[in-house]
């Protein structure tokens, strides 16, 4: 069982941005070896938010090499591989545009995403999160450092590739009902559920909520957050739920008060070709009357997420 676990940390919004990248080396079903490197965007510009959540800024990477130049170095891990990543279509999105950035052709490789295994390796935990899953199964982690992240995920891989007895990569679809991901030449397949799940859709209604952790350092405290589009790492009543928990609120529409939009993978790339729906023009409207509402993507909504927070009441 031999795999490469990857993890990008971006300086903005734009998915090109890289300014870390951590890789985990398997082989022979354990991890042999974590490396990571700081990398400096072309236009290093960081998003303060960004910065707040893994502590890179401009200053940190300004002697740092590009990303064309740390490629040279990590490229041939990558050609002919197997690759997880936690939640995948974030980190295979960056590397297509950063490669792309660059003009530097894909590699050939096959992906899998540990956070889509988990939640069909292990039914009914609270959270899948990065976090949450290295807590549960004792995975040492310093979150939102990339070759800690990448290492992670890679342990959670391999503890599920374990608990149900896989011992090749391709054996996830079958295991799990999910299609292995491509990466090619000259374009991409993505990773993602061949038969559907026989649930009912969870909602906010029929939840507990569990407010015992509630803090006024978390970032979504008193924060009204509204969702677009079908998001690939929960669902929207399990979003709103975590939000509500984070000592917030969600509602369905935007309005003067809404805080944060947060847009699912699709609607980001629609946004991206030039394409809005209503809630995208709601919130570009009121803040072009001075009511800023941030428009972010899910991962940037996960990492808000797992904010470590101070403790206080």
């Known amino acids: 069982m031999d795999f490469v676990a990857l993890d990008f940390e971006t300086a903005n919004h734009q998915r090109e941005s890289v300014c870390e990248i951590g890789i985990a080396i398997v082989e022979g079903g354990s991890v042999q070896e974590q490396k990571s490197w700081l990398v400096k965007p072309r236009n290093n510009w960081f998003n303060s938010m960004n910065t707040r959540i893994h502590g890179i800024d401009a200053a940190k990477v300004a002697m740092e090499p ?6 040279q170095q990590v490229g041939h891990y990558f050609d002919g591989a197997n690759v997880v990543a936690h939640n995948a279509s974030f980190d295979l999105s960056v590397l297509r545009h950063v490669l792309s950035q660059y003009d530097i052709p894909f590699p050939d490789l096959n992906y899998a995403c540990s956070l889509q295994v988990a939640r069909r390796a292990w039914r009914g935990f609270h959270s899948y999160g990065l976090s949450a899953l290295s807590e549960r199964f004792g995975i040492s982690l310093n979150h939102h450092a990339a070759g800690s992240d990448a290492e992670a995920s890679a342990h959670i891989m391999l503890k599920a590739f374990s608990d ?5 990569f391709e054996d996830i679809e079958e295991a799990f009902g999910l299609r292995v991901g491509k990466l090619y030449a000259h374009g991409y397949i993505p990773s993602g559920r061949i038969r559907p799940q026989k649930k009912k859709k969870p909602n906010l209604q029929s939840m507990t909520l569990d407010l015992s952790k509630v803090s006024k350092s978390h970032p979504l405290y008193g924060k009204s957050v509204v969702f677009t589009g079908s998001l690939k790492s929960m669902s929207r009543a ?18 003067d008060r809404t805080n944060y939009l947060v847009l699912s993978e699709r609607i980001f790339l629609n946004i991206e070709n030039g394409v ?3 809630k995208v023009k709601q919130a570009r409207s009121l803040s072009s009357q001075g009511t800023q509402v941030c428009l972010i993507s899910e991962n940037e909504f996960l990492n808000l997420l797992s904010y470590e927070v101070s403790g206080e009441a």
Request: proline share 0%; net charge negative.
């Open 276 to 278: 809005s729906n209503n």
């Open 238 to 255: 399990e979003a709103q739920k975590c939000v509500i928990e984070a000592g917030g609120h969600s509602t369905n529409f935007v309005d």
């Open 164 to 168: 149900h007895g896989l011992s090749k």
């Open 66 to 71: 590009e990303f064309d130049e740390i490629w």
